[in-house]
């Protein structure tokens, strides 16, 4: 996400900025006050004088946050369960998921002073319980410090040795707030707008598109929302981007935001996509999840294996302005808030063991380089490659990782990198680099202990390559953004997409293949064609007149003049997506009984019907004999025959075909 910097002073009126301690800082003249604690049979209550917290004994729910003129920021017309709560989907091997509001069974006061006071909320796992409870010990924390306009929510949960087996598909925490007050959400600096209510997607006033998350709004409360599509998935981000996002009320101008400062407890690594704030008005912070990955998402725990694991903590910022004042402004406060958690990281204040502070972690730096002898003899510099740290295994195998933390960063200009405050453990190094395909593993495993500094040195990435490139197709960078995004059905549209650069999150895009394509299937000229404009962006099934579906097969035309017919090209195919999908390879044969290369069935992450651009990568390397390429023109022909499902398909990253090492691209073209 890019940050608009604005400086404080341009804030002075809207906000007094105090000096307390670590926190969130934007208060009120109540902002001294001492951190008081109200404990009562049904209810706890956190008190700083400028926010009040008020969660349920022992369950940990929370049920009335109130500030700034408004006695509870939580939607009062549902149930006291149904406002704030940690939840989870789990399941036993083979069986179906099962939704769980997190209910705490044990009540504690961990820290109570006038700076600080943090709560736990406890629900233990025992025997007795199998089956009814996922195998897993909860410890839910609450804080509150002086002088802070927001308070902190982090859990601690543990599997202990020899309990059972079990998976989770999700966790998170998620608020739900007034929608007579919290209309405008903001997601992004150009996701940002007023939002129908939660009542727009009612019987009477909505229609279900083709699956229960996209509405059509036909009777819409604001008639400018009439004929938009609503779906929360449209405002789904990558968790590289999910720093903050929220919401804003007008009547008072109220901001309610939840700011993530770190990634480390979240899975699949720095591009994986989640949801953050929608229609409800609701805001998650997600910290596992299948979307946009499917199962390979899910930890799944065998063998009595035991597992702990710090989720958070993440902070939820309120912030208020003077009425007459641009409530816009809220945002851009919370904007600067995010920066001021990011830079506190790792916090000093949270009372469990199980988080690591500053002091216990360490840090790891080096320089990526890259050396691609096609590309250049010299060594080259990653610009701005992916390095992170994650679990030890196989090359690439973070963006599947999803049971221990990982710790990203971005190399400079020059290649450098630098990942600090790492927790104390075992990694590999992983890294990526756009514009060149393929994943970089550290072969020797790094271990983190407390202060210390791993100094890498330079390392070399040398990216899949056998020989010239002949031709290639898009920019290897793990999206479809480049290719051909069409425009939606106007039927189907949500305004805030349109001339949007994220133009691929507008709905039904999938049905446009058929349209463009009616009879025949998409043909790609090397040379001649346009990937911006005649490449879609996604491979589809074709639906047909009485609306089944076909699958489909593209064909990549081009010219060789010359052909070494005794030895093998490389063909590179790297994927953006895969949804129960293959991927067959035919040359100049688009009849051939056996395709030289098949995928088999391939991919869960739904991206096609989800609006994103990407789920996870696949590199697939297919030798092409000579034998098989003529002297003159040359058809490659690429089948998605999968076709039960509109969502079923491929989106592609790159594709390019390399000539044998010894040959002259000159000689072939």
Request: with cysteine.
């Amino acid at each position: 996400m890019d940050i608009i910097k604005h400086p404080r002073t341009a804030l002075k009126s809207l906000f007094s900025p105090k000096k307390v301690p670590e926190g969130g800082d934007k208060g009120s003249n109540m902002s001294n006050v001492g951190v008081r604690l109200h404990i009562q049979d049904r209810y706890v209550t956190m008190d700083n004088g400028i926010v009040q917290v008020t969660l349920s004994n022992p369950g940990g729910i929370v049920t009335g946050i109130r500030y700034n003129r408004i006695d509870n920021l939580l939607e009062v017309l549902n149930k006291e369960t149904n406002r704030g709560y940690w939840d989870l989907v789990w399941s036993a091997p083979g069986s179906k998921g099962i939704f769980d509001v997190i209910y705490g069974t044990s009540f504690r006061v961990v820290v109570e002073n006038e700076d600080q006071v943090e709560l736990s909320f406890t629900r233990m796992w025992d025997p007795s319980l199998e089956g009814k409870s996922v195998p897993m010990n909860i410890d839910k924390r609450f804080i509150l410090l002086r002088g802070s306009s927001g308070f902190y929510s982090y859990a601690i949960y543990e599997h202990l040795k020899d309990w059972p087996d079990f998976d989770i598909g999700e966790t998170r925490i998620t608020f739900k707030l007034r929608k007579d007050k919290f209309r405008y959400m903001a997601v992004a600096d150009n996701r940002k707008r007023c939002m129908p209510l939660p009542d727009d997607r009612g019987q009477g006033r909505c229609q279900i598109l083709a699956y229960a998350e996209a509405v059509l709004l036909v009777n819409p409360t604001n008639p400018e929302h009439k004929g938009e599509v609503d779906d929360k998935y449209q405002y789904s981000s990558e968790n590289k981007d999910i720093k903050v996002h929220g919401w804003i009320s007008n009547s008072p101008p109220v901001g309610f935001w939840q700011i993530t400062p770190s990634d480390e407890f979240r899975s699949g690594g720095p591009l994986k996509q989640s949801l953050t704030s929608h229609v409800g008005p609701t805001t998650l912070a997600m910290f596992l999840s299948s979307h946009y990955a499917g199962q390979d998402l899910d930890p799944k725990f065998r063998g009595g294996e035991p597992w702990k694991k710090v989720f958070g903590p993440i902070f939820i910022y309120l912030n208020s302005a003077s009425d007459g004042d641009d409530p816009l402004w809220l945002w851009e406060d919370a904007k600067i808030q995010m920066m001021n958690e990011v830079q506190k990281w790792p916090y000093s204040f949270p009372a469990s063991e199980d988080f690591q502070k500053s002091d216990q972690r360490g840090n790891v730096g080096g320089r990526l380089l890259v050396l691609d002898r096609y590309t250049s003899k010299d060594y080259m510099p990653a610009n701005g490659a992916y390095v992170g740290l994650a679990a030890p295994g196989d090359v690439g195998s973070w963006q599947r990782e999803c049971k221990d933390y990982q710790f990203w960063t971005r190399a400079d200009e020059g290649g450098y990198f630098s990942i600090n405050n790492i927790r104390t453990g075992d990694y590999n190094l992983y890294a990526w680099v756009p514009g060149f395909i393929g994943d970089y593993r550290y072969d020797v495993s790094i271990t983190i202990s407390s202060g210390s500094h791993v100094e890498m040195g330079d390392l070399v990435y040398e990216p899949p390559r056998d020989g010239p490139t002949l031709w290639e197709i898009g920019i290897p960078d793990r999206s479809a953004a480049e290719f051909y995004v069409p425009d939606p059905n106007p039927e189907y549209i949500n305004k805030l997409f349109v001339n949007h650069p994220d133009r691929f999150r507008q709905y039904g895009l999938w049905g446009r293949y058929a349209e463009l394509y009616p009879d025949t299937d998409l043909v790609y000229t090397v040379g001649v064609s346009d990937y911006s404009k005649d490449w879609f962006f996604a491979q589809v099934p074709r639906k047909k007149d009485d609306n089944t579906h076909q699958g489909t097969t593209w064909q990549i035309k081009f010219i060789l003049n010359g052909v070494d017919r005794r030895s093998t090209y490389k063909l590179r195919v790297a994927l953006a997506s895969a949804t129960l999908a293959e991927l067959q390879v035919r040359i100049n044969d688009p009849n051939a009984k056996r395709p030289l290369f098949t995928s088999g069935l391939i991919g869960r992450d739904n991206s096609i019907a989800r609006h994103g651009i990407h789920g996870l990568y696949w590199l697939y390397n297919v030798n092409v004999p000579g034998a098989q390429l003529v002297e003159g023109e040359n058809t490659i022909f690429l089948t998605q025959p999968r076709s039960t499902s509109p969502f079923q398909g491929l989106m592609y990253d790159y594709i390019r075909l390399e000539g044998p090492p010894s040959f002259n691209v000159k000689d072939e073209l």
